[in-house]
Each structure stands twice: as C-alpha cells, then as structure tokens.
C-alpha cells in the first residue's frame, strides 16, 4: 500500500460533486490507510518525514469531521421524520 496513492484516492472522493456522505467516509478511510502505512516508518531514518505526513493526513481527516457529523446528523433526522410519520399516519 503507498500512502501517496491513499492519499490520491482520499482527494479524488472529496472532488466528486456534490459530496456525499460515502465519499466523505471513503476518504477518511483512505487517509487512514495512509497514516497506517507512514507509521511502519517508525523508528527508521526516515521517521520524522513520516510523522509530519502522518499529522498532516490526520489534520485532513479531523477537518473532515464536521462534515461527516452533519451529514449523519441530517440522514437521522430524516429517518427520524420518516418513522414519526409512519407512526401519526391514519391506520385503514
């Protein structure tokens, strides 16, 4: 796995319009895999280039956040709305 590549795909996912909350998840993930793979370079000496990607890939995915919160936040109130519907709707 090469953390550019994830962190390639984590960019193509945020470029799609509009943005989904899959494609949000899909880059979070993808910067995970990134931040997974810089850290085997842990204690080697490239060690510090590798920690500074790795702050920089979690920096992206922590201002990600707030979206994906949203995002959930507004498909629960939806489905919220749904079943309370649902619920008030004359029984036949």
Not at 22 to 50: D, F, I, M, Q
Not at 59 to 67: E, I, V, W
């Amino acid at each position: 796995m090469n953390p550019l590549r994830e962190v390639a795909r984590a960019r193509r996912w945020l470029e799609r319009r509009p943005a989904s909350s899959r494609a949000v998840h899909e880059a979070r993930v993808s910067l995970k895999r990134a931040r997974a793979v810089l850290r085997l370079g842990r204690g080697t000496g490239v060690a510090a280039p590798c920690a500074r990607a790795r702050a920089a890939c979690r920096r992206a995915a922590r201002a990600l956040g707030p979206l994906r919160d949203e995002r959930v936040a507004a498909e629960t109130l939806e489905d919220l709305l749904a079943r309370g519907r649902r619920r008030l709707a004359p029984k036949a």
